[in-house]
């Protein structure tokens, strides 16, 4: 495999001709684009420790990268719906 890897390195980049390779310029307007992104974010969200069967961790964590996304995602819409949340409360 790395001997592959070093192989396509030495080889010149294929560009398709429906899309070309970005010039300087736009390179550019994208990182902007991506600064100002970051800095207008609002209140990133504090991270928590969390106590969680390890059953459950792993059934996460085998959606791959990302998982924890998946997470907060899960709880968010689980406390925006008082239905289920009523019915955990007991």
């Given at each position: 495999?790395?001997?592959?890897?070093?192989?396509?390195?030495?080889?010149?980049?294929?560009?398709?001709?429906?899309?070309?390779?970005?010039?300087?310029?736009?390179?550019a307007e994208f990182a902007a684009m991506a600064r100002e992104l970051r800095k207008n974010r609002r209140?990133?969200?504090?991270?928590?420790?969390?106590?969680?069967?390890?059953?459950?961790?792993?059934?996460?964590?085998?959606?791959?990268?990302?998982?924890?996304?998946?997470?907060?995602?899960?709880?968010?819409?689980?406390?925006?719906?008082?239905?289920?949340?009523?019915?955990?409360?007991?």
């Amino acid at each position: 495999m790395k001997a592959e890897i070093r192989e396509a390195k030495k080889r010149p980049p294929v560009y398709d001709p429906e899309c070309p390779p970005s010039t300087p310029e736009a390179l550019a307007e994208f990182a902007a684009m991506a600064r100002e992104l970051r800095k207008n974010r609002r209140n990133p969200a504090p991270v928590v420790a969390l106590r969680l069967m390890p059953e459950v961790l792993a059934k996460y964590k085998a959606l791959g990268k990302g998982y924890t996304g998946i997470m907060a995602d899960v709880l968010n819409s689980v406390a925006d719906n008082p239905e289920i949340l009523s019915k955990l409360q007991g």
